[in-house]
């Protein structure tokens, strides 16, 4: 534990046991930043936020409401927004002629207008810059068969965060996306 981040605070959108989105708000938790965890499922929020130390707050990403309710309780609770953690995602694994428009429709929600719609809310939360990260994946610059909406989507959200970068960089903001490869998540272990 380190307080190289004491006086920082973050937002991580994504969380539940044992994901990239848990193990992001820990290291912040170890490194002194103050965190709120979110994610769509209260049990699961409330389990991280328990085990690190932090706040929690239910919030589905697909919901402008509850998008407005997770920013606005940020700046409440610390007064500002440091860092802004997206780390929502849908695995959908589907060829790509069965990918029905419900699918779509989902997954470019979950993917790309709900991550949008956070980054603007938190473009105007963070008047003096700050870190906008975005848990992207490899899969969004590499091909694999099965993945074209999950892949697809996460290109697109990808390219919103070099736009976000290139508009306020210069403000002090430093959108950053981030590729992991596969990660032995919940969800990745449960598909072996």
Not at 65 to 80: C, K, M
Not at 160 to 174: D, H, K, L, P, T
Request: proline letters at 5%; charged letters at 20%.
């Amino acid at each position: 534990m380190t307080n190289k981040l004491s006086g920082k605070t973050a937002i991580v959108l994504g969380v539940a046991p044992g994901n990239v989105g848990h193990a992001i708000a820990r290291r912040y938790a170890d490194d002194g930043a103050a965190v709120l965890v979110a994610g769509r499922r209260p049990d699961a929020v409330a389990a991280v936020a328990d085990e690190i130390g932090a706040q929690g707050q239910q919030c589905d990403i697909t919901s402008e409401a509850d998008l407005d309710r997770l920013v606005e309780h940020a700046r409440n609770l610390f007064g500002h927004i440091d860092v802004g953690v997206n780390a929502t995602g849908w695995g959908l694994l589907a060829p790509f002629e069965e990918t029905t428009r419900e699918d779509l429709e989902r997954m470019a929600a979950v993917q790309f207008t709900g991550p949008f719609q956070f980054f603007q809310r938190l473009v105007a939360n963070m008047p003096n810059g700050g870190s906008i990260i975005q848990i992207s994946s490899v899969t969004a610059s590499i091909m694999f068969e099965n993945h074209a909406a999950y892949m697809g989507t996460k290109a697109g959200i990808d390219h919103v965060i070099r736009c976000i970068a290139n508009e306020y960089g210069n403000g002090g903001s430093a959108p950053t996306p981030s590729l992991p490869a596969a990660s032995r998540t919940p969800r990745c272990r449960a598909a072996d």
